[in-house]
């Protein structure tokens, strides 16, 4: 072997040592600390439909006979819908009031919602409530419940309508 080839893969192997010498010192350095050792977290994650924000309503025959024939249909119903407010309280003191726009162009897709608060370890009563009609000053669900987080503990909110509403795991 020539002395430029074996000089290559001497210098190869050492470009290759310190590469993993890097990726080893960064996996551990500098440490990452999720959440500090005396908090929980609440995190809120939902996909949920807000109504529709306005009703039907009953074509007249003059608007019907404008409409192609494939595409009459007697009602026309709107496809923009609601945003989605969710409030949430954590000891009678506010954490979260927020309104989550439809997705879509057309404003007629479902509204999601992700955030994550840190919060002390400790018995909290932890109340939410949420509005998905604009059409109403009326709370559409709503959940309540006292928890105890343990340190390191998550506790998340979600909106499941099937399952009665505000859903606390």
């Known amino acids: 072997m020539s002395g430029s080839k074996v000089f290559r893969f001497v210098g190869q192997g050492v470009l290759y040592l310190v590469f993993a ?3 080893g010192v960064f996996s551990v350095w500098p440490p990452y600390q999720h959440l500090q050792p005396d908090e929980g977290l609440l995190r809120l994650s939902f996909t949920h439909p807000g109504k529709f ?12 006979a404008k409409i192609p024939r494939q595409l009459r249909a007697d ?6 819908r ?4 969710v409030r949430v309280e954590l ?21 999601s919602g ?7 370890a400790g018995e909290h009563q932890l109340r939410v409530q949420v ?17 105890n987080i343990v340190p390191g503990q998550v506790v998340l909110i979600d909106i499941i309508a099937d399952q009665g509403g505000v859903v606390f795991r």
């Open 82 to 85: 609601s945003p989605v407010r």
């Open 114 to 120: 992700y955030r994550r608060l840190s919060i002390p």
């Open 53 to 64: 924000v306005t009703d039907c309503r009953q074509r007249s025959a003059e608007e019907l």
């Open 91 to 111: 000891d009678d003191r506010m954490l979260y009031d927020e309104s989550f726009a439809p997705a879509g162009l057309r404003r007629d897709g479902a509204s």
């Open 75 to 80: 009602l026309d119903c709107p496809r923009e």
């Open 21 to 23: 010498t890097a990726i």
């Open 131 to 147: 509005r998905d009609d604009v059409r109403s000053d009326e709370v559409t669900f709503h959940g309540e419940r006292k928890v």
